[in-house]
C-alpha cells in the first residue's frame, strides 16, 4: 500500500519551481540530453538546426528549430512574468514614495502654520503657550468649572519664600585644598 506522501511528492515533482530563466532543464533532443539554463538550450538547438542545415537534413533541422521555439517561449514567458513583477514593484514604491512625500509637505505645512500663526513657538510644548494671569469666577461658573476652597478665600495667597539651603557639614580633618589655618598649635 502506498503512503500518501508519496504520491503527493510525485504530483509536486511536474511543477515548475523558483526563476525559470536562471534554473537549468534537461531536454531530451533528438541527439541525446541537452542540459543548461533555457537560454543556453536555445543556444545549443540553434547550432545543431544550422548544422544539419548545413548538412542538407530538412527534418532534423525542423526539430532542431521546434525544440528551440519551445525553449524560446518558456524563456519569453518567464521573462514578462519578470517584466510584470518588477513594473508592479516599481509602482508600488512610486506610490510609497508619493505618500511619504504628501507626509512630510503636510508636516512642514503644519509647522509653518503654527510659526506664523498668532505669534506662537513652533513647539507643541502647551507649558510655553501664554497663559493667563486669573480666572474670572463669573466665567467660570459658566464654564461648568467646580469651585475650589482656593478659589473662595478671597485673601490672596502669600508670596513663597524661596527655601535657604542647609549649611554644609564641615568634616573634623582638613582637607588637602584648603589652605593650612593660621593657628599653628592647631596644625599639629
Known sequence: MRSSKSRSRKNNRNRPSGNIVNRVFDS???EGK?????????????????????????????NFQQHA????????EAQREQEAKR???ERQNRERQAERDRERQERIDRQEREANGAGAPAS???????????IDASASEDAGLVETPE????????????????????DDAPVADTPAPDNPEAAE
Not at 160 to 166: L, V, W
Open 28 to 30: 531530451s533532443g533528438p
Open 34 to 62: 541537452v542540459r543548461g539554463t533555457p537560454q543556453q538550450i536555445i543556444d545549443k538547438y540553434n547550432q545543431l538546426a544550422r548544422d544539419s542545415q548545413l548538412g542538407n537534413d530538412r527534418v532534423a533541422t525542423e
Open 69 to 76: 521555439e519551445h525553449y524560446l517561449r518558456l524563456l519569453s
Open 87 to 89: 513594473e508592479e514593484q
Open 124 to 134: 507643541s510644548d502647551p507649558s510655553e503657550a501664554p497663559q493667563p494671569d486669573f
Open 151 to 170: 478659589a473662595k478665600s478671597e485673601d490672596k495667597p502669600k508670596p513663597r519664600k524661596p527655601r535657604r539651603r542647609a549649611p554644609k557639614k564641615q
